[in-house]
């Protein structure tokens, strides 16, 4: 084998360091990390790791199996292997499987059958109610559904690809060692390694108020023992919105509460205010905007008071904050390799790599594109550029995303404010309707669709939708999009009738158009 040196540069100013190795007779090349090991699998503690991951959530898996699967000796090292068990709550499968979107999927899923029976009566089922909700019993469920999905990771999805799994909390001891401890901060293993991977996710933030310690996060709000009657839910993001109409629709009493004066920042403008229109018209969600808790006082009888800015006080069971997340690297030592921070996050390059070489980090804690399928595709990337041969950066366009809000709002690409200063002229084709099961029990209910068109050259460069099953719908288009897809694509594209879904390949009008980043109205 011939090995040379090569350096790719990537935006953001780190250098990477690969060796090329050459067959002789040019029959095959790959792009490897100079400094591999060994190709066996082996677990001889004498023998470096090739990759030691710390945290076993979606981006650290996927990175530690993928590079297993190309014969590399790997170890993942994560507190906890199974769910519930506080302070930490999450577990193997990281905060999407434990605390967060597969959970909150089942939520959804259970909060919107009250509205379904309440459209049964349009249908002629005459007398169907929703029931009486048990919280107990879904809790119940869901612990065995996770509990499930932590054991199928460490049996199959690691265990049958030869990761080994060390159980403890990971620190670093210089670049090329790990530390693991158990929770009272005892050394358990020490790990040599030639690549660490930082993939240990986000913590939800929670303001600096007084009484801050009475409320609870995205964490244990799926482990509460009872449904509270009342809860207050604090923010503006997905997570506050998700779970002020979960709560809303399992029948508590929600009071929404966000400093802004529009919910979802950065997401399209007009789905915003058309979920606005339909939490107003179809929740009982008391909307607060403009607020902003100052206190949290507990009463004599266990419930809270909020008290906001202005002085105005709510009475509540639980508040649950949902300001934010911050990146998880309390107690990594990250100083003792040199590995930079912005804040608590890690910044990376488009290899994932930090400010040292061998040392990579992937996922939330990166604070690029928090989302679970994201986190996917960073740590894929990096095992196949590490082992596997190939040159992988990361590839951040025309990422998709849902909000499962009722109704959901799923996007990709830009929304109609980035297209406009982006590419400046650009058309926008916009369509809001009463979809037909809403429309026959005679439901307010609405649906709105938006493709955004670069003029120039007839890319769509952003879909924007509010509409039952918006996630689902927007996964096929987010393939059209990122394939390059034009509106005159989606013009010579046959709809699906009768849906919603059709529209999209519909509208042949625009609404309006943008000349030099300026709105025009359409004739």
């Known amino acids: 084998m011939l090995a040379l040196m090569i350096s790719f540069k990537s935006t953001t ?110 249908y002629g089922w005459q007398g169907a109610t929703a029931g009486t909700f048990s919280w107990e019993t879904f809790i119940e469920a869901k612990n065995a559904e996770i509990t499930r ?40 293993r020490t790990l040599p390694t030639q690549n660490t991977v930082i993939a240990t996710g986000g913590w939800p933030n929670l303001p600096s108020i007084p009484g801050i310690e009475h409320a609870i996060s995205s964490n244990e709000i799926f482990y509460l023992p009872k ?138 804690v990166t604070n690029r594109i928090a989302l679970t399928p994201v986190a996917l595709m960073e740590g894929h990337s990096l095992a196949d550029t590490l082992f596997g041969g190939m040159d992988r950066p990361v590839d951040h366009d025309f990422v998709a995303s849902t909000v499962f809000t009722t109704p959901e ?18 058309t926008v084709f916009k369509t809001k309707f009463r979809p037909m099961a809403h429309s026959f029990p005679k439901t307010e209910t609405y649906t709105l669709f938006k493709v955004i068109v670069d003029t120039a050259t007839d890319k769509v460069v952003g879909v924007h939708l509010a509409t039952d099953g918006a996630g689902e719908m927007m996964q096929g288009m987010a393939v059209a999009v990122k394939m390059g897809a034009t509106k005159a694509d989606l013009d010579r594209t046959i709809g699906i009738h009768p849906t919603s879904a059709e529209e999209l390949v519909t509208m042949r009008s625009p609404s309006y158009h943008y000349k030099n980043g300026i709105k025009v109205e359409s004739e």
């Open 227 to 364: 449904q509270p009657k009342r809860i207050v839910c604090v923010g503006g993001g997905f997570i506050a919105l998700e779970f002020a109409q979960i709560m809303n629709g399992l029948g508590s009493d929600v009071t929404l509460m966000y400093r802004g004066d529009l919910f979802l920042r950065g997401f399209d403008q007009d789905v915003r205010e058309l979920l606005n229109d339909e939490m107003e018209t179809n929740t009982q969600i008391d909307l607060q905007f403009n607020t902003n808790p100052a206190e949290i006082i507990k009463n004599d009888d266990g419930s809270l008071t909020v008290v906001t800015e202005d002085g105005a006080r709510v009475e509540t069971d639980v508040v649950l904050m949902a300001t934010g997340r911050n990146g998880k690297i309390n107690g990594l030592n990250l100083e003792s390799a040199g590995v930079e921070t912005q804040g608590s996050f890690i910044p990376v390059n488009d290899y994932s790599q930090t400010n040292v070489e061998g040392v990579y980090a992937v996922g939330d």
């Open 409 to 426: 709002i799923a996007t990709v690409g830009y929304t109609e404010e980035q297209a406009a200063a982006k590419f400046q002229d650009i």
């Open 149 to 188: 999905l932590n054991n199928v990771y460490s049996k199959f999805v690691l265990g049958n690809a030869g990761v080994e799994i060390v159980q403890g909390y990971g620190c670093l001891n210089g670049k090329n060692e790990v530390l693991v401890k158990d929770a009272n901060g005892q050394v358990i």
């Open 13 to 122: 100013g780190f250098s990477l360091q690969r060796g090329l190795r050459v067959a002789r007779g040019g029959a095959q090349s790959t792009f490897r990390l100079a400094s591999s090991s060994t190709t066996d699998n082996d677990n001889d503690n004498d023998t470096p790791y090739d990759l030691v991951v710390i945290g076993a959530g979606s981006g650290g898996v996927r990175s530690s199996r993928i590079a297993a699967s190309y014969g590399q000796k790997v170890a993942i090292v994560e507190p906890q292997l199974q769910h519930g068990i506080a302070p930490d709550y999450s577990a193997i499968g990281g905060t999407c499987v434990n605390v967060g979107c597969v959970p909150k999927k089942l939520m959804v899923f259970a909060s919107r059958y009250p509205n379904a029976m309440a459209e049964a009566a349009g």
